[in-house]
């Protein structure tokens, strides 16, 4: 969706070096998301934002931090990057109506290899 | 944190429907069930969303029976360009959010 973008597309990266990668959206929603995909093992939640104030661990936050600039932007470091990080990245917003009815539009991820 | 289990893959023909299902046993009494597309080398795309019973809209159909314990997403006729992979989601809106995304499942449309 190219109202959801991610920077960069493609990272290859060593060993214990910090990265970053970024999320910018044009939706207006407040609620953000990373995400990490593995072959079989489908997506998984790194952290989430209900807002520019609000951010929380997902189920596999170790080794990650973020940081929400605006309500546009989200964005996801690895401090001290690992081989096994090597992974695609999703970014998503969503559009929260109530309860649990939430649709999240994802960005086109970014593919990071840690050697 | 709910658990899903989907079928690796699946192979259908041109025409014909697809019905793939997604198992969450322990889904608790809040979670809201969606299904989302993915293309190589894309994001997910939503799909379809509900709570139980039946939801359909213009491109799917998802039925949840009474006890929640499994969805199913139908795709009604089926062509080459809906060859990707599905998955299910957990989505747990309570204090601390849980999503919990199936590990998909590749739909292959055969001519």
């Known amino acids: 969706d190219a109202d959801v973008t991610q920077t960069p597309r493609n990272r290859i990266t060593k060993t214990g070096k910090r990265i970053m990668l970024e999320c910018s959206q044009t939706k207006g929603h407040d609620r953000m998301y990373w995400y990490r995909q593995d072959p079989g093992l489908g997506l998984r939640l790194i952290y989430y934002s209900f807002d520019v104030k609000d951010i929380n661990k997902g189920e596999i936050s170790d080794g990650y931090s973020v940081s929400r600039q605006a309500q546009a932007k989200f964005s996801l470091s690895l401090e001290s990057a690992i081989p096994n990080q090597t992974a695609l990245y999703f970014c998503?917003?969503?559009?929260?109506?109530?309860?649990?009815?939430?649709?999240?539009?994802f960005g086109p991820g970014t593919r990071l290899l840690v050697l | 944190l709910a658990k899903t289990t989907q079928p690796i893959s699946m192979d259908s023909y041109e025409g014909q429907e697809v019905n793939i299902t997604c198992s969450h046993n322990n889904i608790a009494t809040n979670d809201y069930i969606t299904w989302y597309q993915q293309f190589p080398s894309q994001g997910p795309r939503f799909i379809i969303q509900?709570?139980?019973t039946k939801v359909t809209n213009e491109v799917a159909s998802l039925f949840i029976p009474a006890d929640r314990k499994s969805s199913t997403l139908s795709l009604p006729r089926v062509s080459l360009s809906d060859t990707a992979v599905y998955y299910c989601?957990?989505?747990?809106?309570?204090?601390?959010?849980?999503?919990?995304f199936g590990s998909g499942t590749q739909l292959t449309v055969l001519p």
């Open positions: 998503a917003t969503s559009d929260f109506i109530s309860g649990g009815e939430e649709t999240q539009y």
């Open positions: 509900g709570y139980k």
């Open positions: 989601l957990v989505d747990s809106s309570g204090s601390a959010r849980q999503l919990t």
